[in-house]
Nanobody
Framework: QEQLVESGGGLVQTGGSLRLSCAAS????????MGWFRQAPGSERELVAR???????YYADSVKGRFTISRDDAKNTLYLAMNNLNTEDAAVYYC?????????????????WGQGTQVAVSS
């Protein structure tokens, strides 16, 4: 069974840091682009960061310079290092993967989704 399982979420103060991990199983995702979406209450899902199979990265403007996406294909694991967090970063963060080679920010273009991990930021 193919699965993406996120971990590393939690409560952090404004200005703090968290590192999310996404452990993939059931198949190798090394040939696919992977990324992180987030969804805050009352908001649509937003692509936060994406990394291609070759390592090229995309970041939403709101997180550029603060978040870093990386992947370890030997461990079949995706990461998101988040620094200088603020209250607008509070959301459920989802690990995703897609066969699509070109960049897409649309949720329906991502075939695999994890269950999500909650990130809360206190002011």
């Amino acid at each position: 069974q193919e699965q993406l399982v996120e971990s590393g979420g939690g409560l952090v103060q404004t200005g703090g840091s968290l590192r999310l991990s996404c452990a993939a199983s059931g198949r190798s995702f090394s040939g696919y682009a992977m990324g992180w979406f987030r969804q805050a209450p009352g908001s649509e899902r937003e692509l936060v960061a994406r990394i291609s199979r070759g390592g090229s990265t995309y970041y939403a403007d709101s997180v550029k310079g603060r978040f870093t996406i990386s992947r370890d294909d030997a461990k079949n694991t995706l990461y998101l290092a988040m620094n200088n967090l603020n209250t607008e970063d509070a959301a459920v963060y989802y690990c995703v993967a897609t066969r699509l080679v070109i960049l897409s920010t649309l949720p329906h273009d991502y075939e695999w989704w994890g269950q999500g991990t909650q990130v809360a930021v206190s002011s």
